[in-house]
């Protein structure tokens, strides 16, 4: 959505949407070439820069597959400090595959973790170094054309619909609004847990998608939150005062969800994905020591907490605890969402047994 200043910018964004329209041109045109492959790949994006809850999104997805299939996920694996193709073990680290991967890593120890930033050529690095590998996610890849994946999810954040914004720096539009049309599903995200029948018909018809594509409406979950190094579980209370260490693209969730839950809090706002420092830990005891409340804790995000593991010794006298979140699908929908992914997946299983 166009904001004050950001209107400065527009001619910036008008060079930055030719450059988009005439690169997509080119992929539809076959001028540039995507990559086919005979085998289940996912893909999880958005048209906006982040945000839009395409982690939860990822984790929901693998929750609901991983009893049944062999998953790997794929991500670039942002800021991470290595490059090339690797897989998570047990001694990796955020820095070694990026905050998000790390977090997959922790949370499903026995899906396959994978980061790299040419797919195209880390898609066959997976299947030949991991063959049981039954259906791969592809992590925030959608405008990443250079390979064609076979069901494309498209997540759409509620407060900010792709109809109602513009291309980056003048919006949040990281791609031009047609790209839509590549999505077999699109998710309206974070929406409200009472988001009403009528709110959800009126949205619909402002998406105006076409018959072949799915729309589905997801909210985001709260879980109890947990110490980061003992992982002791306590329920928020409106006794509580509280310091949130936020580093990620969009903190509006969040903030509205603890502040229904404690007395008060305070933020100490990161840039998303921050390598955090010696400096900032010493930011953050001083903010917290100076919180005048006997019942006071530090909130993070899982995604933030991959990046404070390694400050055991610094931060373990303090009560940090980690807020987790879950995607939910709205109107009952979530068994026909379920079912578009897994028939997708059994088509190529069916194929793979008649040839």
Known sequence: MLKSFRYLLFPFSMIHWVILFFINKLYDWKILKSATFNFP????????????????????????????????TLSRGYKRRTRGFAIANENTTAIDIGD?????HQKFPDVLVTVGEERLFAIPQILHQKPETEVIILDDAFQHRRVNAGLNIVLTERSN??????????????????SIQRANIVVVS?????????EAKNIKKELTLTQHQKLFFSSIDYGAIYHLFNNNKIELSTSMDALLICGIA??????????????????????????????DL??????????????????????????????NKELSEFP????????????????????????????????????
């Open 100 to 104: 998000e991967p790390m977090q997959f």
């Open 161 to 178: 619909l792709y109809t109602r914004d513009f291309i980056f720096p003048a919006g949040d539009l990281r791609d031009i609004r047609s």
């Open 320 to 355: 940090i605890y980690v807020l987790p979140i879950k995607n939910k699908i709205l109107f009952n929908q979530s068994e026909g969402f379920h079912k578009m992914i897994k028939d997708y997946i059994e088509l190529y299983k069916s194929k793979q047994i008649n040839n």
């Open 41 to 72: 790949i996912i893909c999880i994006g958005n048209l906006a820069i982040g945000g839009t809850g395409k982690t939860p999104m990822t984790e929901y997805l693998i929750e609901q597959l991983k009893a049944d299939y062999k998953i790997a």
């Open 250 to 279: 969009n903190p509006t969730s969040i903030k509205k969800h603890i502040n229904k839950q404690l007395h008060s809090y305070e933020m100490i706002k990161f840039s998303d994905h921050h390598i955090f420092t010696t400096d």
């Open 190 to 198: 974070k929406c409200s847990e009472n988001m009403t029948e009528a």
């Open 282 to 311: 010493k930011n953050i005891k001083n903010h917290f020591e100076k919180l005048q409340s006997k019942n006071k804790i530090i909130i993070t995000t899982e995604k933030d907490a991959v990046r404070l593991l390694k400050y």
